[in-house]
């Protein structure tokens, strides 16, 4: 069994920066790539980014390439979410989640089923 549980979400204006944080804890945290999903409103849920287990690769969605950075702190048992140039679009609850995936396939891991244990969420909402 895994708890994550994110932080970090509020409100900014367009173009700002957020950091979000989930840190989780039971099951060994470096055994997992870790991604970030959101959801907006009437919207299903998207994928965002991953990490592997060792922190040196990496995947992101066209929506957020260049703009959102995720490492992780295994020592921490913690993995961050860097939110550059926010947009309105971005607006959404943001979920953390846990999965297992070979090092080199983690571009494969883009679907919420792929994942195992989920955050609770935490609201980014970006105005204007």
């Known amino acids: 069994q895994v708890q994550l549980v994110e932080s970090g979400g509020g409100l900014v204006q367009a173009g700002g920066s957020l950091r979000l944080s989930c840190a989780a804890s039971?099951?060994?945290?470096?055994?997992?790539?870790m991604g970030w999903f959101r959801q907006a409103p009437g919207k299903e849920r998207e994928f965002v980014a991953v990490i592997s287990w060792s922190g040196d690769n990496t995947y992101y969605a066209d929506s957020v390439k260049g703009r959102f950075t995720i490492s992780r702190d295994n020592a921490k048992n913690t993995v961050y979410l860097q939110m550059n140039s926010l947009k309105p679009e971005d607006t959404a609850v943001y979920y953390c989640?846990?999965?297992?995936?070979?090092?080199?396939?983690?571009?494969?891991?883009?679907?919420?089923?792929?994942?195992?244990?989920w955050g609770q969420g935490t609201q980014v909402t970006v105005s204007s």
């Open positions: 039971g099951r060994t945290f470096s055994s997992f790539a």
């Open positions: 989640a846990t999965t297992v995936v070979a090092y080199s396939e983690i571009f494969k891991v883009t679907a919420p089923y792929e994942y195992d244990y």
